[in-house]
């Protein structure tokens, strides 16, 4: 079982930044890939980021490619999603995910933390 806590949100300018951060229970964080994902109102949960267990692969949604940057401290068992460049169509409530096998789609995913709001103004 793995229980996960997401701090950092808030609400920023476009242009600005926030790092968020997923603090990780249990032993086992190293051998999980973790994943970011958001979702904003009347939307689906969609894939922004994630990194495999190794740390050695990093995979990132078009839409944040050169502006969000995700990486996890196994010592910590924790995982940040460093972002950048914000603008407002990156508002919605973010998630960070742990999977055995990392993927894209959120059913890939067997734990989630309870989100974070990122609200970006014009």
């Known amino acids: 079982q793995v229980q996960l806590v997401e701090s950092g949100g808030g609400l920023v300018q476009a242009g600005g930044s926030l790092r968020l951060s997923c603090a990780a229970s249990g032993r086992t964080f190293s051998s999980y890939a973790m994943g970011w994902f958001r979702q904003a109102p009347g939307k689906e949960r969609e894939f922004v980021a994630a990194k495999t267990s190794s740390g050695r692969s990093t995979y990132y949604a078009d839409s944040v490619k050169g502006r969000f940057t995700i990486s996890r401290d196994n010592a910590k068992n924790t995982v940040y999603l460093q972002m950048n460049s914000l603008k407002p169509e990156d508002t919605a409530v973010y998630y960070c995910?742990?999977?055995?096998?990392?993927?894209?789609?959120?059913?890939?995913?067997?734990?989630w933390g309870q989100g974070t709001q990122v609200t970006v103004s014009s």
């Open positions: 995910a742990a999977s055995r096998a990392y993927g894209y789609s959120p059913g890939t995913y067997d734990y």
